[in-house]
């Protein structure tokens, strides 16, 4: 199944999630850039506030598509220390390419909702929504900033992901919905037939629509601050994590096989694209 666009996804999303429809505890958070117009369609269809939630991948120095792992808001970053060590990506390097993602979610952050705070999630159903998963990398480390900030239920949600990438999330959110769950994966842009890039313009449009036509739950609030994840697993870290918490776990996440630096990328794991 291919879709026509990011709309379609999302209206053939929302028909997934009709459980959710009409519920005051429920909230919806789209992914920039990509995630928002897919989160967009899931909202109005079921009458829920919207927010975004910030993520991103960090990407191997010359093969910047592929993800050797992930931070979020709240100074969540996920790291897989078997590709670092298998690609010889020094803690200089990562260190510099955390600081370079941390400086462009700061601009969108403050790009999208200017002066507005996030709503809150505490004690919340959360529906993540991006408009599609490869290696999982800035889910995770979405689905682990979450956490902190207690909501009562996490939901992931997505019109495409790879089998084996929908398994190992499965295991780290409370719900995860996926329309379609290739085992051949190479592109999320293979399963749209216009996979155009979304614009802060576009955000920023979509937001304000949301918040004039449906309006926050409640009176929003600053989510309190956060640890740091690294290395993290399906296993490792408990959903009831508080605000404030530091976590450090040492198992590792098992990843599609690992290139060679500078070579070309397995089929999967060139499946990151700059999408967002």
């Known amino acids: 199944m291919v879709f026509q666009n990011r709309v ?4 053939l999303l929302a028909k997934q999630l009709r459980g959710y429809a009409g519920r005051n505890d429920v909230i919806v958070l789209g992914i920039p850039r990509g995630g928002v117009p897919v989160a967009f369609e899931v909202a ?6 919207l927010d975004i939630f910030l993520s991103r991948k960090l990407g191997v120095p010359g093969q910047e598509e592929l ?16 590709l670092v060590e298998g690609l010889n990506i020094s803690e200089q390097e ?59 239920r996490i939901v992931v949600a ?29 592109a999320i842009g293979q399963f749209y037939d216009d996979f155009s890039q979304v614009t802060d313009e576009e955000v ?11 309006g926050p739950p409640t009176a929003p609030v600053t989510p309190a601050a956060t640890g740091t994840v690294e290395d993290a697993s399906s296993e490792s870290s408990p959903a009831s994590d508080a605000p404030g ?17 500078g070579g070309r990328a397995t089929a999967f794991a060139g499946a990151e694209e700059a999408k967002h």
């Open 8 to 11: 379609e996804a999302g209206r």
């Open 44 to 49: 109005m269809a079921l009458k829920a506030p």
């Open 67 to 82: 993800a050797f792992g992930a931070i979020a808001s709240g100074d969540i970053r996920v790291l897989d220390r078997h």
């Open 94 to 152: 990562i260190d510099q390419i955390t600081k370079t993602v941390e400086t462009e979610l700061e601009r969108r952050e403050r790009v999208y909702r200017g002066n507005r705070s996030p709503l809150q999630v505490e004690g919340k159903t959360v529906l993540l929504i991006d408009d599609g998963i490869a290696t999982g990398s800035s889910m995770r480390a979405a689905i682990r900033a979450l956490r902190q900030m207690r909501p009562a």
């Open 158 to 186: 997505v019109p495409v992901a790879p089998f084996h990438t929908c398994k190992l999330l499965r295991s780290e959110a409370d719900e995860l919905i996926c329309i379609q769950e290739p085992e051949f994966f190479y």
């Open 204 to 214: 920023t449009e979509l937001l304000r629509r949301a918040a004039q036509q449906i």
């Open 245 to 261: 918490m530091r976590s450090k776990v040492k198992e590792e996440i098992a990843m599609p096989s690992i290139p060679a630096r």
